[in-house]
C-alpha cells in the first residue's frame, strides 16, 4: 500500500526558505505513470496546487507561485522535496505531497496524499 | 485560468437523505479528443487529508462508496451523495485538471440536519 509522508520544519522565519520532503513507500517514485506534486491549504481555507514532477525531470509549476518554488526528486531515496524561498505569513499553510496520474500527456487528479505537515512563517 | 465555483458553500442534511453538490467550471473541462470530463472530486475529513472520490466526472475510485455519484459535462457538475451517512459529514472540493493550473473549487462543507 502506496504511504507518503512530508517531514521538515514546522516553525521558519519570515524571508527564510522552507525546505519539505516528501518519502514514498509502498511503491517506487520512479514509476512512469505518476508525477509527484505538492498542495497547500491555508489554515480553514482551500486548496492551492504548488507543483509536480516526474521522476524524470518533467516539472510543472503554479505560475502564481514559480518564481519562489523548486521542486526536486531523489530516486535513490525514493523521496521528493519541494523549497519555497522569501516566506512571508501568506504562506503558512498545511503542505500536502500527493500522487498524481500521468498518462503521458500531462498529469491528472491526485490519488495518494500525506497527512501533512503544518508550516508556520512567523518570527 | 479556468476558475472553478462550488454550490452551495454549506450544505446541511438529514441522515438517510440525499445530498448534492454542484461544481461549475469557468470554461469546458471537456476534451474533446478524448470525449472526457478532467474533473476530480475529493473529500476532506477534519484533520485529514483530501481523499480521492471520483475522476473524469463520473468513475469511483476503488473502495469509495457506491452512494456516491458524480455526473454532469463540460462546465457543469455535480456530486450526490444519495443517502447521507454521518461519516459523510466532511468537506468537498472539486478539481479541474484540464489546465496544468489543477485548479480546485473553494470547497463545500457538508453537514448533518
Known amino acids: 500500500q502506496l504511504q507518503l509522508q512530508e517531514s521538515g520544519p514546522g516553525l521558519v522565519k519570515p524571508s527564510e526558505t522552507l525546505s519539505l520532503t516528501c518519502t514514498v513507500s509502498g511503491g517506487s517514485i520512479t514509476s512512469r505513470n505518476y508525477f509527484w506534486g505538492w498542495i497547500r491549504q491555508p489554515p480553514g481555507k482551500g486548496l492551492e496546487w504548488i507543483g509536480s514532477m516526474s521522476y524524470s525531470g518533467d516539472t510543472f509549476y503554479n505560475p502564481s507561485l514559480k518564481s519562489r518554488v523548486t521542486i526536486s526528486v531523489d530516486t535513490s531515496k525514493n523521496q521528493f522535496s519541494l523549497k519555497v524561498t522569501s516566506l512571508t505569513a501568506a504562506d503558512t499553510a498545511v503542505y500536502y505531497c500527493?500522487?498524481?496520474?500521468?498518462?503521458?500527456?500531462?498529469?491528472?487528479?491526485?490519488?495518494?496524499w500525506g497527512q501533512g505537515t503544518l508550516v508556520t512563517v512567523s518570527s | 485560468d479556468i476558475v472553478m465555483t462550488q454550490s452551495p458553500d454549506s450544505l446541511a442534511v438529514s441522515l438517510g437523505e440525499r445530498a448534492t453538490i454542484n461544481c461549475k467550471s469557468s470554461?469546458?473541462?471537456?476534451?474533446?479528443?478524448?470525449?472526457?470530463?478532467?474533473l476530480a472530486w475529493y473529500q476532506q475529513k477534519p484533520g485529514q487529508p483530501p481523499k480521492l472520490l471520483i475522476y473524469?466526472?463520473?468513475t469511483r475510485e476503488s473502495g469509495v462508496p457506491d452512494r456516491f455519484s458524480g455526473s454532469g459535462s463540460g462546465t457543469d457538475f455535480t456530486l450526490t451523495i444519495s443517502s447521507l451517512q454521518a461519516e459523510d459529514v466532511a468537506v468537498y472540493y472539486c478539481?479541474?485538471?484540464?489546465?496544468?493550473?489543477?485548479?480546485f473549487g473553494q470547497g463545500t462543507r457538508l453537514e448533518i440536519k
Open positions: 500527493a500522487r498524481q496520474l500521468d498518462t503521458g500527456v500531462q498529469p491528472y487528479y491526485f490519488d495518494n
Open positions: 478539481q479541474e485538471y484540464y489546465s496544468t493550473l489543477y485548479t
Open positions: 470554461q469546458s473541462v471537456l476534451y474533446t479528443y478524448t470525449n472526457k470530463n478532467y
Open positions: 473524469w466526472a463520473s
